[in-house]
Each structure stands twice: as structure tokens, then as C-alpha cells.
């Protein structure tokens, strides 16, 4: 003896069929026929605690998303941190043996690399686009051709689309103190403080601040902006 469910349908107009219920059938293979024996005319409802089970599964795939979006944010902004540069200027006027030379350099403080994309220089109100200008303005001194014999050499470097590397000093205008530029060296030495300075540099990752390599808070830009008078060298 065993038994089977069987599916019984209520014959309508036509060929559609209309479902009534399920029954429990049983055959006796020593017997012809079947026996309904009993089943519930109705499928079951939905219980209460699944309600239960589906919010409750609702709210966890909330917070598992919200606690994801959390932690790439924070993944994020640590990344922007380990690449972050910052750059600042720095001045001197004797070298590390104590000789007499005023130098300026573009020190990286930060922690990544600085893509420089542009820097100012302005004195009194005048921004330059290279030392042979700067110097001839502010201090009166005279450029040579090189080689020179018998005239102090003026050191510069190209700061125009460079990448400067995290912890690097890069100097980019190096004079010497000689017999033949007291005048300008002196000058130079005084007015180096009142020159002004914006450099505009980005990350690895394009994010870009504009600076008077002063401050400690560089303004957020998308994008640098083109100077009217780019500093070259």
C-alpha cells in the first residue's frame, strides 16, 4: 500500500480547467481503485515568521551595503593620504660648508609625489618667466654667457611640467657670493623675501591644489589653471 498526490481539477467551459485542491490518494495493489483519504483542499498560507526571516534578511543586506560604501570611502581617502604631496619653498643663503650663496628650492614635505604643472614668481606686482629677468629687475645683476671666465656662475634648473618625488629638494636659482656680484648677490639676499610665489602641482591621482608655498592649507582645485606668466627657469 501506498499512496500518491493527486491533483484535481474541476472541468470548466470548454478545455480550461480550474484547480480545486490536492488530495491524498491510496492504492492498494490488492484491490481495484483508489481511496482519497484526505488532504487539505487549500494550499497553506505564509506563516508570520517568514515576514520575519525576509526583513530581517532585508535589513542585513542594508547594513552589509552601507558598512561596504563605508569602507571604500575610508579605503579611498587612505590612498589619497599615502600619495599625498606638499610642497613649500625653501631659502638660504649659505650652502652646508657655510660658503655664501643664495639658493631657492622647491621642497616636497609630503608623502607622494608632486606633479608641478605651473609656478609664479612675482616681484613687486611683476611675475617672470625666468631668472636672467628676475635677477636683472630686482637686483641689477648682469647675465653672462657661458662659459664665462672670471664671472661667478648663476645656477638655475627648468621647474615647468616636473615631477618632484616625495622627501626630494629640488633648487632652482643658486648664486654664489664672488668679487664680481656683491652688489647683486646682497641685493638678491634682501629681496628674496619679498618675492611672491603660487605653484599649482598634482598627485599620482590628479588631485591638485594651488599654493603660495607658504601656508600650510593649499587651496583644492580640479585643474590647474594657466598662468599669464609662467616661471620656466
Same mark, same amino acid.
Given at each position: 500500500?501506498?499512496?500518491?498526490? %493527486?491533483?484535481?481539477?474541476?472541468r470548466?467551459?470548454g478545455?480550461?480547467?480550474?484547480? %480545486?485542491? &490536492? ?5 492498494? /495493489? ?8 484526505? @488532504? *487539505? ?11 520575519? &526571516?525576509?526583513?530581517?534578511a532585508?535589513?542585513?543586506? !542594508?547594513?552589509?551595503? @552601507? ?16 600619495? @599625498? *604631496? ?13 660658503? *655664501?650663496?643664495? $639658493?631657492?628650492?622647491?621642497?616636497n614635505?609630503?608623502?607622494? /609625489? ?5 609656478? $609664479? ?6 611675475? +617672470?618667466?625666468? =631668472? ?7 637686483? !641689477? ?7 664665462? #671666465?672670471?664671472? #661667478? /656662475?648663476?645656477? #638655475? ?5 616636473? %615631477?618632484?618625488?616625495?622627501? $626630494? ?9 664672488g668679487?664680481?656680484?656683491?652688489p ?12 611672491? &610665489?603660487?605653484?599649482? +602641482?598634482?598627485?599620482? &591621482?590628479?588631485?591638485?591644489?594651488? =599654493? ?5 592649507? /593649499? ?6 589653471? %594657466?598662468?599669464?606668466?609662467? +616661471?620656466?627657469?
Open positions: 500500500m501506498f499512496f500518491r498526490a %493527486v491533483l484535481f481539477r474541476r470548466m467551459s478545455q480550461s480547467f480550474k484547480e %480545486v485542491g &490536492f488530495r491524498r490518494v491510496r492504492t492498494d /495493489p490488492g484491490q481495484r481503485g483508489t481511496t482519497i483519504v484526505d @488532504w *487539505p483542499s487549500q494550499k497553506p498560507g505564509r506563516h508570520w515568521t517568514d515576514t520575519i &526571516f525576509a526583513v530581517a532585508l535589513a542585513v543586506s !542594508g547594513i552589509s551595503l @552601507w558598512i561596504g560604501i563605508g569602507t571604500e570611502k575610508a579605503n579611498d581617502k587612505m590612498v589619497a593620504a599615502e600619495s @599625498w *604631496p606638499f610642497l613649500q619653498i625653501q631659502s638660504s643663503n649659505n650652502d652646508d660648508n657655510g660658503h *655664501p650663496r643664495v $639658493e631657492l628650492a622647491l621642497v614635505a609630503g608623502v607622494g /609625489p608632486a606633479k608641478l604643472e605651473s609656478l $609664479e614668481i612675482v616681484w613687486q606686482g611683476k611675475a +617672470y618667466s625666468s =631668472s636672467e629677468y628676475l635677477l636683472s629687475a630686482c637686483c !641689477g645683476f648682469r647675465a653672462y654667457a657661458f662659459p664665462s #671666465t672670471g664671472h #661667478t /656662475p648663476v645656477s #638655475t634648473s627648468g621647474v615647468h611640467d616636473i %615631477v618632484i618625488r616625495a622627501g $626630494e629638494t629640488l633648487p632652482f636659482l643658486d648664486l654664489p657670493l668679487a664680481d656680484n656683491d647683486a648677490w646682497h641685493a638678491l639676499d634682501r629681496e628674496r623675501f619679498k618675492m611672491h &610665489f603660487c605653484a599649482c +602641482y598634482c598627485s599620482v &591621482f590628479d588631485d591638485c591644489w594651488v =599654493s603660495d608655498l607658504k601656508q600650510l592649507h /593649499p587651496q583644492r582645485v580640479d585643474k590647474c589653471p %594657466v598662468p599669464k606668466v609662467a +616661471y620656466l627657469e
